[in-house]
């Protein structure tokens, strides 16, 4: 049964950083490429950075430079550094397997929200 857990969400001023962390569990990790999605109240969801099994990353025009993808296969965990915050930032955030039968998958979300 494929499992993902996001956790690290909080609250945090403008200019703070947090890091999210997805555990993962049902399904090859390692070879499977990784992203992190975001859903802002009554916004649709939205693509923030996605991490290939070899380890290459891809990032949204609006976190690139502040936001971080990274992976660890030994702990099937997949993490979002995120600095220099900013309020638009505010969403829940999910993990999601990109390709495969992982994918119809999504954990809980982790919320992150930025004040001003």
């Known amino acids: 049964q494929v499992q993902l857990v996001e956790s690290g969400g909080g609250l945090v001023q403008a200019g703070g950083s947090l890091r999210l962390s997805c555990a993962a569990s049902?399904?090859?990790?390692?070879?499977?490429?990784m992203g992190w999605y975001r859903q802002a109240p009554g916004k649709q969801r939205e693509f923030v950075a996605r991490i290939s099994n070899s380890g290459s990353t891809v990032y949204a025009d609006s976190v690139k430079d502040r936001f971080t993808i990274s992976r660890d296969n030994a702990k099937n965990t997949v993490y979002l550094q995120m600095n220099r915050l900013k309020p638009e930032d505010t969403a829940v955030y999910y993990c999601?397997?990109?390709?495969?039968?992982?994918?119809?998958?999504w954990g809980q979300g982790t919320q992150v929200t930025v004040s001003s």
């Open positions: 049902g399904f090859s990790f390692s070879r499977t490429a």
């Open positions: 999601n397997a990109i390709g495969g039968f992982a994918s119809s998958y």
